[in-house]
């Protein structure tokens, strides 16, 4: 099988959370067709039906089931890695030399592009 790319898992996640196509749309900011578009690419990756339909409620399959931890655990070391690095940049000190008309001149500017 072929790695799914994180947005498959993370729109699983957001079904299985909301019970629904349409509200998970709302809650990843898709419509509830690319959702189900979606849903439809994770099934046919995993091989398995991972809902069935019980009014305009999703049910989770014991496939679905067995697929929501890991997917979820995906998803923490993403945003786990994402934050490493956000806060890695962060920590760091940037220490500069300079002659006094540098420092007056041309170094603003470049001090003020490389904070933003």
Known sequence: M?????????TFVAVAD???F???GVRTG???AAVSQQMHRLETLVGVPLFRKNGRNK???PGA???LSPARELLRISDDAVQSVVNGAKAGVLRIGSPQNVSNTFLPPVLAR???
Request: aromatic share 0%; glycine share 4%; no cysteine.
């Open 2 to 10: 072929k790695n799914p790319d994180l947005e498959l898992p993370g």
């Open 114 to 116: 490389i904070a933003r």
């Open 30 to 32: 898709r419509s509830q």
């Open 59 to 61: 049910l989770l399959t």
């Open 22 to 24: 349409a509200s998970s």
């Open 18 to 20: 909301a019970r629904s």
């Open 65 to 67: 089931l067995q697929l």
